[in-house]
T-cell receptor, first 112, second 116 residues
């Protein structure tokens, strides 16, 4: 069955450091991969989308890589700030239309 | 521009009852998807509607159903509630501009259902 795993449930880093989150998937070959941010009690918010033929995508302090051979995406937040503390979710299209299958999520905490 | 609006935000029901949740998508968005989020299972896809037709369905029992109206507003219904149905139910809408998988979802704040 399709499985999407994110490296750890929780990741604590110091302010100013780079946070690296991992998304691994099996049994699927997605054309696109998306990353979302979710704050407590709120719905996920879209951050970045990367296509299978793109190795890397950047948006301000965010960077996403997509390795279809390793079946892995890495999500980086550079110069992290306490306001970046949230749960980050990767998602793949797994069946026509707009059906997305989400990963387990990584809770990032940026400490002063 | 208004976001995705879900009502009610919070509700408490007892086992055996049924519940209807409502979702108003962003104006112009014709695709509406529903997800269930629990601490143990994470975000799980329920179903997607596009132009009043169910386009995708997740692996949930028949007690979970939905529909979409001509104005793209959507409702989902859960009948014969069980304790395990306690969850945050999220609705997301999308503007269909590109191929599958490349459309961005805009989520509402969710409806938190507690079943006692």
């Amino acid at each position: 069955s399709q499985k999407i795993e994110q490296n750890s449930e929780a990741l604590n880093i110091q302010e100013g450091k780079t946070a690296t989150l991992t998304c691994n998937y099996t049994n699927y070959s997605p054309a696109y991969l998306q990353w979302y941010r979710q704050d407590p009690g709120r719905g996920p918010v879209f951050l970045l989308l990367i296509r299978e033929n793109e190795k890397e995508k950047r948006k301000e302090r965010l960077k996403v890589t997509f390795d279809t051979t390793l079946k892995q995406s890495l999500f980086h937040i550079t110069a992290s700030q306490p306001a970046d503390s949230a749960t980050y979710l990767c998602a793949l299209s797994t069946g026509g239309g707009n059906k997305l299958t989400f990963g387990t999520g990584t809770q990032l905490k940026v400490e002063l | 521009k208004a976001g995705v609006t879900q009502t009610p935000r919070y509700l408490i029901k007892t086992r055996g009852q049924q519940v209807t949740l409502s979702c108003s998508p962003i104006s112009g968005h014709r695709s509406v998807s529903w997800y269930q989020q629990t601490p143990g299972q994470g975000l799980q896809f329920l179903f997607e509607y596009f132009s009043e037709t169910q386009r995708n369905k997740g692996n949930f029992p028949g007690r979970f159903s939905g529909r979409q109206f001509s104005n793209s507003r959507s409702e989902m219904n859960v009948s014969t509630l069980e304790l395990g149905d306690s969850a945050l139910y999220l609705c997301a809408s999308s503007l269909e501009v590109v191929s599958s998988g490349a459309n961005v979802l805009t989520f509402g704040a969710g409806s938190r259902l507690t079943v006692l």
